[in-house]
C-alpha cells in the first residue's frame, strides 16, 4: 500500500479530461494536478521547449512526492516522455497516445481522421502506430486550430468554438471517416460540439482517457502501489501560471465532477 498521490500533468485545462476518470474510478487515490498554464498550448512549440517544460513539471510532481505521474499531454508524451523515463527510471510514466488501433479496428469505411496537435503527429509512438495500419486503413490527420484556445478560455459552446470544430471535422467526414481520434486531451472538452457537427452521420468519436485509466491500475497493481481502500483522497492543483489559473483549474475540475453527479440524478 502506498498513499502517497498520483501526479498529472498537462500544458493547461485539458488534461482534466484525464483527472476525471481518473478520479471518477480511483476513489482512494490522491491526485495533484499541474497545468502549466504560462506556457500554453505546446502544439506548436520546438521539441527542446517541450521537453524543458515537461521535465520541470515532472520535477515538481516529484518533490510533491508523487508515486506516479501521468503525462496527460499528447504532445509532452510525443516529445518527452522516452527522455522521462530514462531519467527517472525508478519512477512509473504514463503517457498519452492517439488511440489509432481501436479506430483502425471499428472502422467500417475504411477511413479514420485524427485531430492532434503538429508535434503529437511528429512522435514516435503516432508515427509507429500509423504505420502498423497503414495498409489496412486510411488515415486522415488534422491539426485542431484552435481548439485549445478555445477550451483555455472556456468557449467551448460559443458559436465561432463551433465553426471552428466544423472547419476541422467536415472534411474529414467528406473523406469518409467513421472514426474520429481525439488526439489532444483539450479535445474531449469539444466533444459536445463535435457530435452536434457529426449528428446524423454515424460517426464515432474516440479519446484515450479509458485507457490511460486503465494502464495507471496496472502499474498500481504492478508496483504494489495502491492506496489503502479505507485511504480518504486528498485533490491539489498546481500550476506555473499563478493562483488565478489554480482557481480556474478548480473550477473546472469540479465542475466535471459535479455534471457527472447531476447525470446520475
Not at 512549440?45 to 516529484?62: G, I, M, P
Not at 477511413?111 to 503538429?118: K, M, P
Amino acid at each position: 500500500m502506498n498513499n502517497s498521490p498520483i501526479g498529472v500533468f498537462d500544458s493547461g485545462l485539458g488534461g482534466l479530461s484525464v483527472w476525471q476518470v481518473l478520479q471518477k474510478t480511483l476513489v482512494a487515490e490522491s491526485l495533484i494536478y499541474l497545468g502549466d498554464g504560462a506556457r500554453c498550448p505546446y502544439g506548436s512549440r520546438t521539441r527542446e521547449e517541450v521537453v524543458r517544460f515537461t521535465f520541470e513539471a515532472v520535477e515538481r510532481l516529484l518533490g510533491e512526492g508523487c508515486k506516479l505521474i501521468v503525462v496527460a499531454c499528447n504532445t509532452a508524451t510525443a516529445m518527452a516522455i522516452s527522455a522521462l523515463r530514462e531519467h527517472y527510471p525508478q519512477i512509473p510514466f504514463v503517457g498519452l497516445e492517439p488511440a489509432v488501433k481501436p479506430a483502425a479496428l471499428r472502422t467500417r469505411s475504411g477511413v479514420i481522421g485524427v485531430l492532434a496537435t503538429e508535434r503529437s503527429f511528429d512522435g514516435e509512438l503516432f508515427c509507429r502506430t500509423s504505420a502498423q495500419f497503414a495498409d489496412k486503413v486510411k488515415i486522415l490527420r488534422a491539426v485542431g486550430e484552435g481548439f485549445v484556445e478555445a477550451v483555455e478560455q472556456n468557449r467551448e459552446h460559443t458559436p465561432e468554438t463551433e465553426q471552428a470544430v466544423r472547419r476541422v471535422i467536415e472534411p474529414l467526414i467528406a473523406q469518409g471517416a467513421d472514426e474520429i481520434v481525439l488526439g489532444c486531451t483539450h479535445y474531449p472538452f469539444l466533444r459536445d460540439t463535435m457530435e452536434r457537427v457529426a449528428a446524423g452521420r454515424d460517426i464515432e468519436i474516440i479519446d484515450s482517457s479509458d485507457a490511460v485509466e486503465r494502464r495507471v491500475e496496472y502499474l498500481l497493481d504492478k508496483f504494489d502501489l495502491r492506496a489503502a481502500a479505507n485511504h480518504t483522497p486528498e485533490y491539489r492543483f498546481l500550476s506555473f501560471a499563478g493562483d488565478d489559473y489554480i482557481e480556474r483549474l478548480q473550477r473546472k475540475a469540479m465542475a466535471e465532477k459535479r455534471e457527472r453527479l447531476a447525470s446520475k440524478i
